[in-house]
């Protein structure tokens, strides 16, 4: 007597989770961007995100190989070092129905392309900004990077004496309205994260430690996976509840704050970290200065604020993709032009 075999789980698409890999990763084993990359599949399938509306950027790294290991119906474009954001401000102005996901590392932002980094979120650019941050150069024998932790060691023994330069304390200062910072030995609050950020209108910087097995998971390194363990303060537990699910979803009262998102999502935040205010900008700064200082890493939903308006929306662009667009409405007439020349005198 034969035994049917039972059908996978599907979404609200009609999707399982198997339609939403990639490649097979040429990453060393054990590396955190694996990590990172299984919770981005999940949280795609359990948002029942269509894969072909997905477009992966990558600039120059291991980090910048990972897009290949998720979502393949997705579209995908591998830039040259530190110049994924203005790909992926193009992509996004030229078709605003597109789901953007521009995976980088701490290398590839905060150091040659820091400049891309600074104007995209200052743009407030649509896309899910994921920072795999192991405090090195893996591609390159493991220099230290930019967010190196000052007093960190590499194995050879050399020791970081620059300070380090944080993502998240940037991306805030520069006025981005979703940043969260995580660890990919985290799963769960990595899960809630980034379903939170698939649903978020605009820039969302999520900066996650990811050890490097290879060149920086020894005992003298702050960015091991031992480490960051030790180290790692949760600020609150997460949960996303989408918009279809709102209505099925009842939250408890007492200390948990919500969140709403524009379509109806709702984060939701039960504080860990005494009086904490996500919602606060100033106060985040502070309390990622204070566990800096203290020699913490502190991870979840830093700071967030929903209203903020996305580029698309700044410069008041159509619906349809400009891409679809006839030439017609694109190309204006010479009577538009002498109009706009009137307008000069």
């Known amino acids: 007597m034969s035994t049917a075999t039972p059908s996978a789980p599907t979404n609200r698409l009609g999707m399982t989770k198997q339609d939403y890999v990639g490649s097979k990763s040429t990453l060393c084993a054990g590396c955190g961007h694996d990590s990172i990359t299984g919770q981005i599949i999940n949280a795609a399938f359990e948002s029942s995100i269509e894969g072909y509306r997905v477009a992966k950027y990558s600039g120059i790294g291991c980090s ?20 994924m954001p203005a790909i992926a401000t ?13 995976v980088s590392g701490d290398g590839d932002s905060m150091s040659i392309g820091m400049g891309q980094f600074v104007h995209a979120v200052r743009r407030n650019v649509p896309m899910i900004y994921i920072i795999e941050d192991n405090g090195v150069y893996g591609l390159t024998k493991g220099q230290f990077s930019a967010t190196a932790d000052k007093g960190s060691h ?48 605009g820039t969302s910087v999520i900066d996650i430690i990811s050890p490097c097995v290879t060149f920086n998971n020894h005992d003298a390194s702050t960015r091991s996976y031992k480490h960051v363990k030790d180290h790692d303060f949760p600020l609150h537990d997460l949960g996303f509840i989408q918009y279809s699910e709102v209505e099925d979803v009842e939250i408890a009262a007492g200390e948990t704050e919500i969140v709403t998102f524009p379509d109806g999502s709702k984060v939701a935040i039960k504080a860990i970290h005494e009086g904490y205010d996500p919602t606060d900008r100033f106060s985040a700064s502070k309390a990622i200065h204070e ?33 679809s667009l006839p030439e ?3 190309k204006p007439g010479p009577e538009v032009l002498a109009a706009i020349m009137e307008t000069l005198k």
């Open 64 to 83: 910048s190989k990972t897009p290949a290991y998720f979502l393949n119906q997705g579209w995908g474009f591998n830039s040259v070092h530190g110049r």
């Open 90 to 102: 193009g992509a996004s102005l030229a078709n605003r129905s597109l789901i953007n996901i521009g």
């Open 154 to 201: 590499l194995k050879s023994g050399a020791v970081n004496n620059l300070p380090p330069i944080d993502p998240c304390t940037l991306a805030i200062e520069l006025g981005c309205g979703f940043v969260a910072r995580s660890f990919s030995g985290n799963p769960k609050q990595l899960n809630a994260i980034l379903k939170a950020a698939f649903a978020y209108e």
């Open 291 to 323: 566990s800096m200082h203290k020699g913490e890493f502190l991870t979840g939903l830093l700071y967030i604020n929903p209203q903020n308006a996305p580029l698309p929306e700044v410069l008041n662009l159509v619906d349809e993709p400009l891409v």
């Open 328 to 330: 017609s409405a694109v």
